[in-house]
């Protein structure tokens, strides 16, 4: 089934010229980007999209870095695109994450993880209108 899921390249991957060869890598996977932008997120904007790690003993690190430069953020579309990005990405942690996956690839370490993506289609929706609004997504009916 067709779903739409919310994607960030993160600073870390921006900042060593990475977008390219992560764009690439979610094209090859056969996924559609239908909207994307760069943001230079502010606190307020970093902490609200990850209100639900406020408390964990990482949330400052995470807010820090997430606003440390800029990002890249799209949604992406295609059949089964929640959980098929997610497979894509790998694990949080780069030294758990399978070969071939971005993180295992780009990341840095548990925090500069390169890449973010919804973890269900709750977070799908609530991410992609957290960025987008309803107009800003391309039909691809390619
Ligand atoms: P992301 O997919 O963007 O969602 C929450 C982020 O918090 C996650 O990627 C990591 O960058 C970060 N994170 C999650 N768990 C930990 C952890 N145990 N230590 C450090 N950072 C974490």
New binding site residues.
Partial sequence: TLERTFS?V?PDAVQRNLIGAIYQRIENAGFRIVAAKMLHLTREQAEGF?AE?QG???FE??VN?MTSGPIMVQVLEGENTIAGYRELMGK??PEEAARGTLRADYAVN??F?SV??SDSPESAQREISYFFAADELCDRED
């Fill in positions: 960030i993160k990850y790690h964990k003993p990482f690190k995470l870095f949080t942690n548990h925090t993880n973010h993506g």
